[in-house]
């Protein structure tokens, strides 16, 4: 008797942990959720987290419910491997992430090996994707298609400045500034200074005064917002008036906060403001009533998610390999940021990126907003 019940016991265990099981789709989710750059992990764990959800309500993907599973890689590519291997650890079958390129692409190589799917809302260094790795794709451009608008643009404006050019030595700061600093040295200009900073330094005043000496009017800076609103600050401060240009490394307020009002005439590339595409709008006021605002990656780490559960239902599995050739095969999938094709090596088919400059808004605060970069 007692062995009869004991039976039906593990049996019900066995039938409930299968059904668990089963009914979880595990997509872990990647990126600084402490630390400096904890405002750009925010945006990756909300935008997932509300695309869950969203889908979940919806019916999950093939009948099957999505779980969201958190790594904190603090933007240290280490970090970031341990992360990894976590996710394989957990079951997890899908990444949404990293946020820096220097942590997503050893990170991506442990996911190839334990068949896990990444896709980074934020990662913009090219070799991401040049591998030839089968999993990895990214909702964003890249540093070369994004390099190439900044370089072009301040050959058109910045001809005959003093530039200097500037990055923090990380894998996206110094491949954004050497993409920037190709195209506008294709376009004949050259700049005066050439140096890259150690990222977490907060001293630049003797890199200030070496630009002030050379008389730099423009600068470009390849790296994140922390770094950045201190140079601006420290720029103001000792009386360098250059204009400062930067990337998508800096798309977040609180660069305001740190530079003040050196923030004021920053220019800065992005890809157009997801917020203002129409078909987004209820989703965006979704998220201002939770309290969040939905700036920069967060509709791409939406996406991602998106294109993850489109991809699986094409594929009518949740095989990640599958996903991944319907990811490639089955696209244009409509995302939060708009239709997405993706190419053989998981670039989306659809680039761009435009010019935004920094300044205050009706509410007297500083924002970026998008300006004409012809």
């Known amino acids: 008797?007692?062995?009869?019940?004991?039976?039906?016991?593990?049996?019900?265990?066995?039938?409930?942990?299968?059904?668990?099981?089963?009914?979880?789709?595990?997509?872990?989710?990647?990126?600084?959720?402490?630390?400096?750059?904890?405002?750009?992990?925010?945006?990756?764990?909300?935008?997932?987290?509300?695309?869950?959800?969203d889908i979940?309500?919806?019916g999950g993907i093939n009948g099957e419910q999505i779980k969201i599973v958190l790594g904190d890689d603090v933007s240290d590519p280490k970090q970031g491997v341990s992360v990894a291997n976590k996710f394989v650890a957990d079951g997890v079958k899908f990444v949404i992430g990293h946020f820096n390129s220097g942590?997503?692409?050893?990170?991506?190589?442990?996911?190839?090996?334990?068949?896990?799917?990444?896709?980074?809302?934020?990662?913009?260094?090219?070799?991401?994707?040049?591998?030839?790795?089968w999993?990895?794709?990214?909702?964003?451009?890249?540093?070369?298609q994004q390099g190439a608008v900044a370089g072009g643009y301040i050959a058109q404006h910045f001809k005959d400045a003093k530039i200097a050019v500037?990055?923090?030595?990380?894998?996206?700061?110094?491949?954004?500034?050497?993409?920037?600093?190709?195209?506008?040295?294709?376009?004949?200009?050259?700049?005066?200074?050439?140096?890259?900073?150690?990222?977490?330094?907060?001293?630049?005043?003797?890199?200030?005064?070496?630009?002030?000496?050379?008389?730099?009017?423009?600068?470009y800076w390849g790296g994140l917002h922390t770094e950045a609103g201190l140079i601006m600050r420290q720029m103001k401060d000792q009386g360098l008036n250059a204009v400062m240009m930067s990337g998508d490394g800096?798309?977040?307020?609180?660069?305001?906060?740190?530079?003040?009002?050196?923030?004021?005439?920053?220019?800065?590339?992005f890809a157009p403001d997801p917020r203002?595409?129409?078909?987004?709008?209820?989703?965006?006021?979704?998220?201002?009533?939770?309290?969040?605002?939905?700036?920069a990656y967060t509709l791409y780490s939406y996406a991602g998610v998106q294109v993850i559960a489109e991809a699986?239902?094409?594929?009518?599995?949740?095989?990640?390999?599958?996903?991944?050739?319907?990811?490639?095969?089955?696209?244009?999938?409509?995302?939060?940021i708009g239709d997405l094709g993706f190419d053989a090596k998981g670039d989306i088919t659809r680039p761009d990126y435009v010019m935004y400059k920094w300044g205050k808004g009706s509410d007297g605060k500083y924002t970026y907003t998008e300006i004409d970069a012809k």
């Open 1 to 53: 008797m007692k062995k009869s019940l004991l039976s039906a016991v593990a049996l019900t265990a066995m039938v409930a942990f299968g059904g668990t099981a089963y009914a979880d789709i595990l997509i872990g989710v990647g990126g600084p959720l402490t630390g400096p750059n904890a405002a750009f992990g925010a945006q990756l764990q909300k935008g997932a987290e509300q695309a869950a959800a």
């Open 56 to 58: 979940n309500a919806a």
């Open 103 to 133: 942590v997503s692409i050893p990170a991506s190589e442990v996911y190839a090996e334990n068949g896990i799917l990444q896709i980074t809302p934020a990662s913009t260094n090219p070799v991401f994707t040049e591998r030839g790795l």
């Open 135 to 144: 999993n990895t794709f990214r909702t964003c451009g890249r540093d070369d």
């Open 166 to 219: 500037l990055h923090d030595k990380t894998t996206y700061g110094q491949g954004l500034a050497d993409e920037t600093k190709k195209a506008m040295n294709a376009a004949g200009v050259t700049e005066a200074i050439y140096e890259g900073v150690t990222a977490g330094d907060k001293d630049f005043s003797a890199l200030v005064a070496k630009m002030k000496e050379a008389g730099v009017s423009l600068v």
């Open 250 to 269: 800096i798309v977040s307020n609180e660069l305001a906060s740190i530079a003040g009002d050196a923030v004021d005439g920053t220019l800065m590339t």
């Open 276 to 295: 203002k595409n129409p078909a987004a709008k209820d989703l965006v006021e979704k998220f201002r009533k939770a309290g969040f605002e939905p700036e």
């Open 312 to 336: 699986a239902k094409a594929a009518s599995t949740t095989d990640a390999t599958a996903v991944a050739d319907a990811i490639k095969a089955k696209g244009p999938f409509k995302t939060a």
